[in-house]
């Protein structure tokens, strides 16, 4: 097993929920949390760990996110007009790797982070290789030609795990989709509840 899944199945065990709602997550098997004291008695947790939980939830679900540059997001949230918690979850959903995996081209978040640094996706007919770009409402991205008969591809694809959100469209044939508009908490197919508003409480400390 990669470090890249265990890291994956770390998180599933640590939050006690399975954050992908993928088949294979070992919470599926055991909803306890891991090591040798996994099976013990928790503790109520403090206003401040509820907090902490909810921010290591969000940022977990994101793949490999660093702590500054979630920050960093959070910090663009609150510069930008309306709710804070509303724009932080616009924010991490225009991230390219959340969308390339929100259009299925990829089977994991992590995988779709790996995907666009090693340069397999377009947006507007321009290779671009950071995961963390920003994609706009009408921007088109696909999947590059010498790409799109990778097998972890057209396996991703055909897998009946997931469904595209309404705020993308994707042409699965072409390996082509269009972001149509940035969405709300409500509208991000997330498997686990995400509050975004303990996150602004969190950062607000």
């Given amino acids: 097993m990669s ?3 265990q890291a994956k199945y770390k998180i599933d065990r ?7 709602g993928r088949p294979k997550s070992p919470v599926n098997r055991r909803e306890y949390g891991p090591g040798q004291h996994g099976q013990g008695r928790r503790g109520k947790i403090s206003d401040f760990g509820i907090h902490l939980r909810a921010k290591q939830k969000l940022k977990g679900y994101y793949g490999s996110i660093t702590e500054k540059g979630f920050r960093r997001l959070y910090e663009e949230a609150t510069r930008l007009k309306g709710d804070t918690s509303e724009n932080l979850i616009g924010l991490l959903e225009r991230r390219l790797d959340a969308v390339v995996y929100r259009m299925k ?5 992590f995988a779709a982070r790996q995907f666009v640094n090693h340069g397999h996706v377009m ?18 991205i ?9 097998a972890l591809v057209l396996e991703s694809v055909d897998s009946p795990e997931r469904d595209v959100p309404e705020y993308i469209d994707v042409d699965h044939k072409a390996m082509k989709g269009t972001f149509n508009a940035i969405p709300k908490l ?7 509840m995400m509050e975004p508003n303990l996150i602004v409480e969190y950062y607000s400390r």
């Fill in 3 to 5: 470090k890249r899944i």
């Fill in 14 to 20: 640590r939050m006690g929920e399975n954050l992908w």
């Fill in 105 to 109: 081209f990829v089977p994991t978040v």
């Fill in 123 to 140: 947006v507007n007919g321009r290779k671009v290789n950071i995961g963390s770009y920003q994609v706009k409402p009408g921007d088109v």
């Fill in 142 to 150: 696909e999947v590059r030609q010498k790409s799109k008969q990778m």
């Fill in 186 to 192: 409500a509208d991000v197919p997330y498997p686990v």
